[in-house]
């Protein structure tokens, strides 16, 4: 009930406030406001694409100047209404940022941010040398937006729908972190082979925020035209798109509010500064430039999260963490996978082989892995098990050899592709986003297994299903015995934990195979054995397991085979007992332990 009460609230005081300020203010700071809310809404975008997305962009300011442009030339040269021009300032700058998006965010590194910059530089170019364009006087004479009978030609009118967009505009980015896309994007920086064990593609992921942020950019543009009436480049400079990293930052990058706390900051002082020297020496500019840059980096230097760190930690301590949506009822499951029959052949290998150079990691090894079967692969350090898995989750490409999975080759597949078809994995060196909480990283391994994209989850039309999602992480991380830690980040845990956090995440994709890279290591004893009856349990319910171990004693008891493999190729294969008693085990590896 108090819940309810509080999501009305909010929204409530909010249009209270964006209805009454302006009215409160004197014209001038109506109209500083006004700037701040623009800019607000193209930092919104930047902490999105940059902050969270870990993708830098030089280039937000260009993309508010094609929509401002665009607007500008529909509705002075083609005498269109605003309200024409909004849907297509958006698709002009969607579609650049798609295009320039889908050429570069492939490069990995710098090379997105350098790209950026020759965009940022040349767009502005482009339009102070367009004759269309106005060149480099601009264009005039644009029209106010008007809605009915109001006309927003004061910035006292425009403020509300300025307000209301970027509060519109806050509202679904929020939405969208908390839904299964945006755990998605949350988990974007742990690379694209942690997003495509879960079934996701990074490309696909970067490439949609940079165009979201390109739209809040030019939601931005849009009215950035309608409010000042008049267009030129300088305001969508490189130098402006700077200016925008610099608020994302100094807000705090990863923070949305940061990005209503930095263009807050940075537009108010900038205000102020330019008054106070202007009255004091000639070289105002020079002197303001100069004091942002050491600003700059006494924050950086001070404050590296931004000012906005310190207030949100403020602010959740005040409030309790977020509960999930109340757990729907056992009726409302996702959807499960049918399990092969026992005693089906799940995995084949046949020859397989891996060369690193002249290092040839994997040599010529086959070996098959029926449903509900428990197959440990051993050997030595450095023998291969990690390449062999990373060939068989499709993670590296073979050299040669085929894979096959439920009688269907998988050796050119991606390695999304190969955990879409059912093959869960955990990782040798842990992949977790740290700043989840163990909840949403256990819900990240159920990615493939919704459905909800950027506009249900950011628009909050996808309750039933994330309800589904998360009852199903919550049952997943109760198998591995963390639910009471839900809500703690996923940072705080031991590393033995974390790998068992790995295994509730691999879990929740319903794998028809999981395959757990060195899962015991770090685990204390009591938490092994409980480790080996979870795999116990798995096992009874049709899932097929491949184990890679070091503790010897650990898979001897748990597996119904192994797998030796020594310098890349397989030396013994069979039930525990036979392989103990192998000599050529005997003497590669468990020789040298004892
Ligand atoms: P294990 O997991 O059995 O300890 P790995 O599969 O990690 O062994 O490594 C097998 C061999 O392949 C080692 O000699 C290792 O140095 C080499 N190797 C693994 N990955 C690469 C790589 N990406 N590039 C070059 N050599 C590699
Ligand atoms: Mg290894």
Not at 23 to 39: E, P, S
Not at 118 to 123: E, F, K, P, S
Not at 338 to 354: E, F, T, Y
Request: hydrophobic share 50%; proline share 4%; aromatic share 8%.
């Amino acid at each position: 009930m108090n819940q309810r009460i509080r999501a009305f609230a909010i929204p409530l005081v909010l249009l209270l406030l964006i209805i009454v300020v302006p009215q409160l203010l004197g014209k001038f700071y109506v109209a500083l406001l006004n700037d701040i809310g623009i800019a607000a809404l193209v930092v919104l975008g930047l902490v999105l694409v940059s902050g969270i997305g870990g993708a830098l962009s030089f280039g937000q300011a260009a993309f508010v100047g094609i929509a401002a442009y665009t607007t500008a030339w529909l509705t002075t040269s083609q005498a269109l209404s605003p309200w024409m021009g909004l849907p297509l300032a958006l698709l002009f700058t969607c579609g650049s940022a798609w295009i320039l998006g889908g050429l570069t965010m492939r490069l990995g590194g710098h090379y997105l941010a350098l790209s950026t910059i020759a965009w940022g530089l040349a767009v502005p170019i482009v339009f102070a040398n367009s004759p269309a364009l106005g060149s480099h006087s601009g264009i005039d004479g644009i029209p106010p937006i008007q809605i009915g009978p109001w006309v927003l030609d004061q910035s006292r009118s425009v403020f509300t729908l300025i307000w209301l967009i970027v509060f519109c505009g806050g509202w679904f980015a929020y939405n969208l972190l908390r839904s299964r896309t945006g755990r998605s994007v949350r988990a974007v920086r742990g690379g694209k082979v942690l997003l495509a064990s879960f079934g996701a593609d990074a490309f696909r992921v970067r490439l949609m925020l940079f165009v979201v942020a390109s739209f809040y950019a030019g939601t931005a543009g849009w009215l950035y035209a309608h409010t000042n009436r008049f267009v030129s480049a300088a305001p969508f400079s490189l130098h402006a798109s700077i200016d925008y990293v610099f608020m994302m930052v100094v807000g705090g990058m990863t923070q949305l509010g940061g990005a209503l706390l930095g263009s807050a900051l940075y537009i108010g002082l900038n205000s102020q500064l330019q008054d106070l020297l202007a009255a004091i020496t000639s070289r105002g500019a020079q002197v303001n430039s100069l004091i942002f840059a050491l600003l700059f980096l006494l924050i950086l230097e001070r404050a590296p999260g931004g000012i906005g760190r310190p207030l949100a930690r403020l602010l959740s301590r005040m409030q309790p963490r977020a509960k999930p949506p109340a757990l729907l009822s056992s009726s409302s499951k996702l959807v499960h996978r049918i399990m092969p029959a026992k005693g089906s052949q799940v995995l084949s290998v046949d020859n397989a082989v891996k060369r690193f150079g002249g290092l040839v990691a994997v040599n010529e090894v086959s070996f098959d892995i029926r449903a509900g079967e428990i197959v440990g692969l051993i050997g030595p350090n450095g023998a291969g098990k990690s390449t062999m898995f990373n060939l068989l989750t499709g993670t590296l490409p073979l050299s040669e050899g085929t894979v096959r999975f439920l009688d269907a080759p998988i050796t050119r597949l991606s390695q999304r592709e190969i955990a879409l078809r059912g093959v869960a994995r955990t990782f040798q060196h842990v992949k977790l986003r740290p700043a989840m909480t163990l909840l949403e990283n256990v819900a990240l391994g159920a990615h493939a297994r919704g459905h909800c994209g950027l506009w249900r989850g950011g628009l909050r039309l996808d309750r039933e299903e994330e309800a589904r999602i998360m009852a199903e992480a919550m049952r997943q991380l109760a198998r591995v015995g963390l639910a009471d830690r839900a809500y703690e980040l996923a940072g705080s845990l031991p590393l033995g934990t974390q790998r068992l956090l790995e295994i509730a995440r691999a879990l929740a994709a319903d794998p028809v195979l999981i395959m757990l890279d060195e899962p015991a290591a770090g685990l204390r004893l009591l938490e092994k054995q409980a480790l080996a009856r979870l795999l116990d349990t798995l096992r009874s319910e049709g899932v097929t397991v491949l184990i890679v171990e070091h503790d010897m004693e650990f898979v001897m008891s748990l597996v119904d085979r192994l797998v030796v493999m020594n310098f890349g190729s397989k030396i013994s294969e069979g039930k525990p007992e036979e392989v103990r008693a192998d000599p050529n085990v005997q003497a590669a590896y468990l020789g040298s332990e004892a």
